[in-house]
């Protein structure tokens, strides 16, 4: 019996912002300096805030709240399965 080698599989960049798309989101601690440019529209925010996002797979910006289990609560009503990113 011969040893079978496992041949690489290229994925492209595209491919792989698109993985877990609609199924999975992270949950990542925000300062507030930081809100501005991943949520344009958002208001001047006290810098001493603690606060969560919640993002798509792809890094798409879905929730920014100062109560972290919001962003459990969102993932769970658009069916994303979550992961957190320290």
Known sequence: MGL???TPTTVSKADLAHLGAGEVGYIRKMKADE???VFPEAPEIDP???L???FGADGT???L???RSSTFYKAAEDELR???LH
């Open 4 to 6: 079978k080698i496992a």
């Open 48 to 50: 001493s805030l603690d």
């Open 52 to 54: 969560w996002a919640l």
């Open 61 to 63: 910006p879905i929730l």
């Open 82 to 84: 979550t992961v957190s």
């Open 35 to 37: 809100v501005s440019r």
């Open 65 to 67: 709240t100062d109560n």
